[in-house]
């Protein structure tokens, strides 16, 4: 009977092993509120806000995820004209992450992505002849995006996560009240940092 007890015990150690791994495959659904900043060309200084993201992929292997996801940030400004002192800031990801030690506690990785971004915001400023003036502008463009991040797993399918990652591209298709502008391109370059949980629910190969 003894033989037979520990006999028992010594197959549930792998089997337990496997349930408790790590889960890095599979769907996955991300979601953090995040501290963005954004330097446009050719300002003195950087300004910076408050946001929530999220992003969902699928972990083709236990080191490769595929994602696409959404960062938006209320950006604070010194701008006068800007009403209410800040703009919106949005930014639309697809890219790829790499796991470097998939089925450890802390997993940190890589990620790359292309990103489409936009901005935002209301203006109004007082003309010659003292009348006020005002609306709404809108800008858009095309970025790249490189990162790095940690999980921290807590739950073999779920994870607490930080990242950094900084963009850079341009902006163009300036609109005041859906009147284009002309000439209106620049380029920026924003960084972001992360803070928020990671849910592999089902798991991949």
């Not at 890219?95 to 935002?120: K, S, V």
């Not at 209106?184 to 629910?201: E, I």
């Amino acid at each position: 009977m003894t033989r037979l007890l520990t006999f028992a015990a010594l197959l549930a150690v792998p089997l337990f092993a496997s349930a408790q791994q790590r889960n890095s495959s599979g769907f996955m659904l991300n979601v953090h509120m995040n501290v963005t900043s954004l330097a446009m060309e050719n300002a003195d200084t950087a300004e910076s806000g408050l946001g929530l993201g999220f992003r969902f992929g699928w972990g083709v292997t236990k080191n490769v995820t595929l994602f696409a996801g959404i960062d938006s940030a209320t950006i604070i400004t010194e701008d006068p004209t800007i009403v209410d002192g800040e703009y919106g800031l949005m930014q639309a990801n697809v890219g790829l992450i790499y796991n470097f030690r998939p089925g450890r506690t802390m997993l940190p990785y890589l990620e790359g992505a292309m990103t489409g971004w936009r901005i935002t915001s209301r203006v109004g400023s007082i003309d010659p002849a003292g009348n006020s003036v005002d609306g709404d502008v809108f800008t858009r463009g095309f970025a790249a995006t490189l990162g790095a991040g940690l999980h921290y797993y807590f739950a073999p399918r779920l994870a607490a996560n930080a990242a950094l990652s900084v963009t850079t591209g341009h902006f163009g298709d300036l609109r005041v009240n859906d009147t284009r502008g002309h000439n209106t391109d620049f380029s920026a370059t924003s960084a972001r940092l992360g803070l928020g949980l990671t849910w592999y629910p089902i798991t991949g190969r």
